[in-house]
């Protein structure tokens, strides 16, 4: 089973990883690959009313599933005026062919409307049942602050890479722990554009150190304190397990000061 982090204050207990949908090259890849992360216990599912044709492709792969599984969706700030997200509520319940999604956030904040609209959307929206939980993505603290002001957004979903892992973990984590805010992280893997020069010789001589391969180290050092949910994306079951497995080794604290050092100069 893999390791679990509560939604903060919520007892709902996710996975360590959930499973990206952005910019699918094969749907019908996607839809295995969905599927059989769900039977390898990653069940959590990460996807976005601006990703084309994602919540569809999600929609089918959890067709007789819909309990085994949390779906987090997400509004485009454009469309985040109260009845506006409402409606793109509905239209990604149509997609995704469920009645109701777990979580729903607001993609990114822009200012097209108040903040206070949309939350108060949000929480419209959790009483009628369509929406377990709201949360936010791409919010700085004083975001955060902000929202909080409106309601009890349970998660903040944030670019987490090794290019910016401190300010994350030093800046964004304790105002996210104190306020009981679950961060989730996206990006990890670099969508494919890995390191180069001595960034990646460190990767790889701690990869090799272990039996691991690079991909694997990325994603055990941004586990490593398991407080973040590491979303990653991949269409491709030989990847999904490979990074599945991950978790499994036990990296020595001086080697992940060696990426620390490696990665967090610049
Ligand atoms: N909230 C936001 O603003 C926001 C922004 C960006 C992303 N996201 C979410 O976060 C998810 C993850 O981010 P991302 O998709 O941008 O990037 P990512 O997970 O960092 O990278 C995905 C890429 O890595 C490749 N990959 C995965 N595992 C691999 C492995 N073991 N070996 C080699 N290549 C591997 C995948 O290709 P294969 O398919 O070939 O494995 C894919 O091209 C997104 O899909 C989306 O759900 C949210």
């Known amino acids: 089973m893999l390791p679990e982090i509560e939604l903060d204050r919520t007892e709902e207990l996710l996975p360590i990883f959930a ?12 839809e ?8 390898e216990g990653l069940w959590h599912i990460d996807t976005a009313e601006m990703y084309e044709g994602a919540e569809e492709i999600v929609g089918r792969a959890i067709r007789g599933r819909r309990d085994e599984v949390f779906i987090t969706t997400k509004v485009m700030p ?19 062919k469920t009645d109701y999604v777990d979580l729903y956030l607001l993609h990114w904040y822009d200012g097209s409307h108040p903040l206070g609209e949309t939350m108060e959307a949000f929480a419209y929206l959790i009483e009628q049942g369509k ?18 002001r409106y309601l009890k957004i349970v998660n903040n979903q944030v670019e987490y890479n090794l290019d910016n892992f401190r300010e994350v973990e030093e800046e964004l984590l304790p105002f996210a722990e104190e306020n009981g805010i679950t961060l989730s992280g996206y990006l990890p893997l670099w969508r494919g554009a890995w390191p180069t020069g001595e960034r990646m010789e460190v990767l790889k001589s701690v990869a ?38 991950s978790v499994e080794f036990e990296v020595e604290p001086e080697d992940y000061r060696r990426i620390e050092e490696a990665f967090g100069r610049g």
Request: charged share 30%; glycine share 4%.
């Open 19 to 30: 499973l990206g949908t952005w910019a699918i090259r094969d749907p019908r890849a996607m």
């Open 208 to 245: 090799r150190k272990y039996g691991m391969t690079v991909p694997q180290v990325v994603l055990n050092f941004l586990t490593r304190h398991r407080k973040i949910i590491v979303i990653f994306k991949t269409e491709n079951e030989d990847h999904l397990m490979e990074n599945l497995k």
């Open 32 to 39: 295995r690959t969905i599927r059989r992360a769900i039977d």
């Open 131 to 148: 929406v377990a939980y709201a949360g936010v993505s791409n919010f700085s603290v004083k975001e955060m602050e902000e929202a909080l």
């Open 78 to 96: 454009h469309n985040a005026s109260f009845r506006g997200t409402i409606a793109a509520l509905e239209r990604s319940l149509k997609k995704l």
